[in-house]
């Protein structure tokens, strides 16, 4: 990674088509392989679109068929839209390279940015992204006729494993875990490795419509939810408000050199995608 990083604002306040930014993507990825540019942050929105990623299950899609994109990124399906900051990082990695290390410090600087709008978010071990940690509600109840019986494991309220929150009822939607008391995801996290230079990244949900999310199933989680800033604080937060905010965490964090990795830590493997 470059001591220099620059940040580059798309669409002058419009909304950047899914598959022009990724255009633009491809090009400055080839530019950073071939070291004629610095690491580059896209910062930008999207107008509302689907996307899968590699992992992506079909029974986690929209159920009336609605068109997904397929990307090369890690992870599962997500929804980007206004509302909701996107972060696209062109960053070449260091060798050894480490993917995990980047995407911790993705996470880091989300975090950071979130605890200045006054936001306590944290990490869950075994999926990326950041999250603002739910609360026990022991009087919860579950409509059981709404459940798929698979086994006997169960979710934090109570309810069996194979609920499906997109035919069980706006109280078991993913944008309704704020209320339910369940985790829920306020950035995800998504990013491709190739050739030793980042592609994809991250996005930050400050004031969306959350009920986009409620058609699908969010990376492909069905034991919590989704949340923005702007329904955590009980207030409007624009991306406007959020992005120099992101930008100047985003500029900290990448400034600091990457941590040690372990002595007996072997080099992570190219390309290599993380989850959403």
């Known amino acids: 990674m470059s001591s220099d990083l620059r940040f580059v604002p798309l669409g002058g306040g419009e909304r950047v088509p899914y598959q022009e ?43 009336d068929g609605t068109l997904v994109v397929e990307v090369t990124r890690g992870g599962e399906i997500t929804w980007h839209g206004p509302g909701q900051l996107i972060g696209y990082p062109i960053i070449k990695l ?30 869950i071990e075994g999926r990326s992204g950041v999250w603002v940690l739910g609360e026990e509600i022991p009087d919860a109840r579950v409509d059981e006729s709404q459940v798929v019986n698979i086994g006997a494991l169960t979710l934090r309220m109570g309810a069996k494993l194979g609920l499906d929150p997109r035919l069980a009822g706006p109280e078991y939607a993913p944008s309704n875990a704020g209320q339910r008391g369940d985790d829920r995801k306020l950035a995800a996290i998504g990013v491709r490795v190739a050739r030793g230079v980042t592609m994809h990244g991250f996005a ?3 004031n969306p419509d959350m009920t986009w999310f409620d058609r699908i199933i969010p990376c492909g989680i069905r034991d919590a939810g989704v949340a923005s800033l702007s329904s955590e ?11 120099p905010v992101v930008q100047r965490h985003f500029a900290e964090i990448f400034a600091q050199a990457p941590p040690e990795a372990p002595q007996s830590a072997a080099p992570q493997p190219g390309p290599m995608a993380s989850a959403v």
């Open 21 to 63: 930014a990724l255009d633009e993507q491809l090009r400055l990825h080839a530019l950073r392989v071939a070291d004629e540019i610095p690491d580059t942050v896209l910062l930008l929105e999207h107008p509302p679109v689907y996307t899968a990623g590699r992992r992506t299950r079909p029974e986690d899609r929209p159920l």
């Open 94 to 123: 260091d060798e050894p390279m480490d993917v995990v290390a980047y995407v911790r410090r993705l996470e880091e600087a989300l975090i950071l940015a979130c605890a200045e709008f006054g936001v306590r978010t944290s990490r």
């Open 204 to 206: 930050l949900n400050c």
């Open 233 to 243: 604080l009980g207030r409007d937060v624009t991306v406007a408000e959020a992005l």
